[in-house]
């Protein structure tokens, strides 16, 4: 068993305030708005929604930003500092300062207890596979009841996952730089995916200048789960979903022959009887 690092800290606890510096929240800001097309493409109206996994709130904000009042929710602290953040930034990122929307909650919550804030809501989304983190499919089932209990009769939840074969091959190119600005920041992944387990874990190592003359540096360890196609179907539609569509991350159908490492779910409540 590999010795654990004397710099190793928490999940999160430092990734959070390099994350989008590192564009790491990149694939959440492509997807969202596609997610949210998507969903009136079916004919969705609604305006309450839930950003599962919501990181530093990239995804809130745009969601807030479209009239939505939104919930963003994480179980990381530091994380959920960075989301409260973002207000300011998307104002300095050359965004209208003068456009009128509900600034978003955000609320520390572990989604297997999911429990929504202000009644049921209208949609339910989760990008960047976040579902990835449940170890194991009786979590990823505690999620799919909690949010079929917090959505309307009939509305969406749509949410993406990294294939079985999206995290192998991942892992596939272990000791890789993710961020290197040249200046006061490093980002380092190092991947290892078992079969065994279906499990990638990916070791963040953090270098940060903090000073003139001063590094720190920082380990985190992130464990990532892949589930079988077919067995989150069987997973929604036992916790009352009906699915209307499996996709590519372009949202094209998906094709289990084919070498998709994303995945995308649409599925609808269904009442209980």
């Not at 209208?122 to 990008?127: C, F, K, T, Y």
């Not at 079985?164 to 290892?192: E, K, M, P, T, Y």
């Not at 387990?197 to 789960?225: M, P």
């Amino acid at each position: 068993m590999a010795e654990q690092s004397p710099f190793q800290v928490p999940p999160y606890s430092r990734l959070a305030a390099v994350y989008d510096r590192a564009g790491l929240s990149a694939y959440a800001r492509q997807q969202v708005p596609r997610f949210l097309a998507l969903a009136q493409s079916l004919d969705w109206a609604g305006r309450r929604v839930l950003d599962l996994g919501c990181g530093t709130g990239v995804s809130t904000w745009l969601l807030a930003r479209q009239g939505m009042r939104v919930f963003g929710l994480d179980t990381s602290a530091e994380m959920l500092a960075q989301a409260a953040a973002q207000g300011q930034a998307f104002a300095e990122d050359g965004q209208a300062v003068t456009e009128v929307y509900e600034i978003p909650a955000f609320l520390q919550m572990d989604i297997r207890r999911l429990e929504t804030p202000a009644g049921p809501v209208d949609l339910a989304l989760a990008a960047g596979g976040v579902l990835n983190a449940m170890p194991s499919l009786r979590d990823l089932e505690q999620v799919f009841v909690r949010v079929h209990g917090a959505l309307q009769d009939g509305k969406l939840f749509i949410f993406d996952m990294h294939t079985i074969r999206g995290l192998a091959a991942s892992a596939a190119q272990s000791d890789r730089v993710i961020f290197d600005n040249g200046g006061d920041l490093l980002l380092i992944a190092c991947s290892h995916f078992s079969y065994e387990t279906q499990r990638s874990t990916v070791h963040y190592t953090i270098f940060a200048q903090q000073g003139n003359l001063t590094w720190g540096r920082a380990d985190e360890v992130h464990v990532e789960r892949g589930f079988p196609v077919q067995g989150v179907v069987a997973l929604l539609e036992r916790a009352g979903f009906a699915v209307l569509a499996v996709l590519t991350a372009d949202l094209e159908p998906f094709d289990a022959q084919e070498d998709s490492e994303r995945v995308v779910f649409v599925a609808a409540r269904q009442p209980r009887p």
